[in-house]
């Protein structure tokens, strides 16, 4: 692939690049250029963290970047999460690593890093520590948003520490660029600030989208709440679609969303069809999307991108149930090999019995 084919690529992943130049740059500098992006454990993973999150990954792949993925399991024992059961989150972990295998991630080129590997080196808390001394703590509270909560003194140290960690694992990683969601900016962009000021790089930012839950959009005027409200999140079950949900409960869940007539703006259903299911039609081994209708109403539809679905959509010529059982039927087909991943493998079945087992915590 050309330096411009590499860029246009990466481009469909980054709702957001800090900056495009740089990555222009680096991507001429003929360097092995490492990007990540690090994962909670907590509870049950959601298509957004599954099917989305591979989707991306093999483009950075695809696009001649090595790829390290980390398991925040300190990260989620800092944040409270799994009632704050170190044990719980890694059997979390190791579970999510699980899923991957099986929805498609090309596992062969993406490198799994423990943060409790990284914590048992004090090299690693000595470069927290330094970027804790470059800022008030009211800046690091600025980044709560990255721990899905809104800015707080109420926040405990562990949470405070937190941004330092995460600010740490860029460089300790030595990772030039990060690739995380939109809701993990204010981090990523802190990482900026600090890198070249203890000695390290400005990393670049390439923010891709967060998935929209099921649920109507929230009222409340807060920015940073209402993003933490919209985005498909595993502690509102109703609103996310799970990567081992069944048949049945995929299509319940969509035929409950939030589509109305003609409407564009923040409507969940067409955000699948546009990350998603367009994104995977290679994978669903056809090259067009096939919408059923009866024929009273026109008929099938065969479309091939998405911005014919949504122009047919917004004429109305298209209705918010054929869309829902439409997108039902291709997240099924997507979803059928993790689940029968998890059916044959003994050692999946088993994590996944104990991760539904444990209670989800904020």
């Known amino acids: 692939m050309t330096i411009e084919e590499r860029l246009k690529l990466l481009r469909t992943v980054g709702e957001e690049i800090i900056s495009e130049n740089e990555l222009k740059n680096l991507l001429i500098s003929g360097e092995e250029i490492i990007a990540y992006d690090g994962f909670e454990p907590?509870?049950?993973m959601h298509i957004a963290q599954g099917i989305l999150r591979s989707i991306n990954i093999n483009k950075?792949?695809?696009a001649g970047i090595t790829f390290k993925m980390l398991v925040?399991?300190?990260?989620?024992?800092a944040n409270k999460k799994m009632g704050g059961?170190?044990?719980k989150i890694k059997i979390v972990g190791k579970y999510f690593i699980e899923i991957w295998k099986s929805v498609g991630l090309d596992i062969d080129n993406v490198e799994f890093?423990?943060?409790s590997d990284l914590v048992k080196d004090s090299e690693y808390w000595k470069l927290v520590l330094q970027v804790a001394k470059t800022n008030s703590i009211r800046r690091f509270i600025r980044t709560a948003e990255i721990m899905g909560r809104e800015e707080s003194f109420d926040l405990s140290a562990a949470q405070i520490i937190y941004s330092c960690m995460q600010t740490a694992d860029i460089f300790?990683?030595?990772?030039?660029i990060t690739q995380l969601g939109m809701d993990q900016r204010k981090v990523n962009v802190l990482a900026r600030e600090?890198?070249?000021?203890?000695?390290?790089?400005k990393p670049v930012i390439i923010n891709h989208h967060m998935l929209l839950g099921l649920g109507k959009p929230p009222k409340t005027t807060s920015?940073?709440?209402?993003?933490?409200?919209?985005?498909?999140s595993k502690s509102n079950p109703s609103s996310a679609i799970f990567m081992t949900d069944s048949d049945e409960e995929v299509r319940e869940k969509i035929g409950k969303a939030w589509c109305p007539t003609g409407e564009i703006k923040e409507n969940p259903v067409l955000e699948y069809f546009k990350y998603i299911v367009f994104e995977s039609l290679d994978k669903l081994d056809t090259k067009g999307l096939t919408i059923e209708r009866d024929e009273k109403f026109g008929g099938n539809l065969v479309l091939s991108s998405y911005e014919e679905l949504e122009k047919l959509f917004v004429d109305n010529k298209i209705h918010p149930q054929d869309l829902k059982t439409c997108l039902s039927f291709y997240i099924n087909k997507l979803l059928d090999p993790v689940r029968s991943h998890f059916e044959r493998n003994p050692y999946a079945r088993s994590l996944l019995d104990q991760v539904k087992s444990f209670q989800v915590t904020k």
């Open 72 to 77: 925040a399991d300190w990260h989620a024992f």
């Open 42 to 44: 907590s509870g049950q």
């Open 113 to 115: 890093v423990w943060a």
């Open 60 to 62: 950075l792949i695809k």
């Open 223 to 232: 920015t940073v709440k209402r993003a933490i409200e919209m985005k498909m």
């Open 85 to 87: 059961d170190l044990e």
């Open 172 to 176: 300790t990683l030595g990772a030039k």
């Open 194 to 201: 600090v890198g070249p000021q203890l000695g390290f790089w």
